[in-house]
């Protein structure tokens, strides 16, 4: 059977041009999404995940930085051929997004309920009346109680986890084939957190819309998506299911972040786990491996050679010289830091 493709990105690189030079934001980065797939994106800051949303949704308008390679095939069709206008036709309608933080997304001075309606009314031309109508029914479905109400206050007089969920009801006012949640719970506190997360989850699976999770925390993607993507320095160094990664990572990197996730059978006087090292800066990246400066298993290839994406099986990727070579494992309880911890 045919495979219903939303989004494919090929070899997307997204730069900033400063006066220290070009910053690769973005580097040769390439997946694909299927209709009702969730996929999660990962990383350190500074892995370039969040540039990767931007750069699909095209709002690096403005900015120093731009796309100068690659292809986002969108329901059939480059975006990065398409025109301002043409992308503001397919914003908000087509894909939309859920930003990290609503007070800085919301408008201040207008209500909820007109925020939802005017994109509502932007997208399906419908009039004031019906357009409000809608809006009130988004807000109930993201569980907002006393929706007429609250349609009627402003963003300063909710909570964080209401404007949160305010920001999803935008996001899926216009029902979008493609929903990309950036950091969506990063200020939340863990229980709201979760209503969130399955929030998310819960009206992508009803819509059978694509859904992008962007975060840092492999918990969230545990809870949402069915495969990741694993972000660093602007390149993606390992994909897979999300149950093959967490039960078999084979990237040093990956492996470092599932060491740093606390579990319930951790001491509580124990140090929690740390990679070693920082990110690299992008004006001064290493020649091979980005990560080989970190990394306590790199050979002399490892810090001469930008290992390639290889296939390892199925849709199993990794970009690293010792996979390749050895087919090394690096489970959790094997990985030793440089320092020994």
């Known amino acids: 059977m045919e495979k ?7 070899n997307l690189q997204t730069s900033f041009f400063t006066e220290d030079g070009e910053l690769k934001a973005v580097n040769d980065v390439s997946f694909t999404l299927e209709k009702g797939q969730s996929l999660g994106i990962v990383g350190e800051s500074g892995s370039g995940k969040s540039i990767t949303s931007l750069s699909i949704m095209r709002l690096l308008m403005g900015t120093t930085g731009r796309i100068v390679g690659g292809k986002i095939v969108f329901n059939g069709k480059d975006l990065v051929k398409n025109t301002e206008k043409q992308m503001q036709e397919i914003r908000g309608n087509h894909i939309s997004m859920i930003f990290q933080e609503p007070m800085t997304s919301l408008n201040p001075t207008i209500t909820i309920g007109e925020q939802i309606a005017e994109t509502i009314r932007g997208h399906q031309k419908k009039d004031r009346k019906a357009a409000w109508e809608a809006a009130i029914k988004m ?5 907002i109680p006393e929706p007429e109400k609250r349609a009627k206050q402003y963003p300063f007089e909710l909570s964080g ?36 997360l399955s929030l998310i989850k819960k009206i992508q699976r009803k819509s059978g819309g694509a859904l992008i999770m962007i975060t840092h925390d492999l918990g969230v993607i545990a809870e949402t998506c069915d495969t990741v993507a694993v972000m660093y320095c602007g390149k993606i160094v390992e994909f897979a299911t999300v149950h093959e990664l967490f039960e078999s990572p084979k990237h040093p990197y990956t492996v470092g972040l599932l ?18 090292g920082q990110v690299p800066s992008p004006y001064e990246l290493p020649k091979g491996c980005m990560f080989a400066p970190r990394c306590p298993h790199s050979e002399d290839i490892c810090k001469n050679e930008l290992p390639e994406l290889t296939n390892l099986y199925g849709s199993r990727l990794v970009r690293c010289h010792m996979q390749q070579t050895e087919g090394r494992e690096f489970a959790n309880d094997r990985w030793k830091s440089p320092s020994g911890r």
Do not use: F, K
């Open 139 to 143: 807000l109930t479905l993201v569980g």
């Open 259 to 276: 060491s740093s996730i606390p579990s319930h059978e951790t001491d509580s006087d124990e140090d929690l786990y740390i990679i070693d």
């Open 161 to 196: 986890g209401m404007r949160q969920r305010v920001m999803i009801a935008i996001a899926i006012s216009c029902q979008p084939d493609l929903l990309i949640a950036d950091e969506p719970t990063t200020a939340l506190d863990v229980t709201i957190q979760a209503q969130i």
């Open 4 to 10: 219903d493709i939303v989004l494919q990105v090929e």
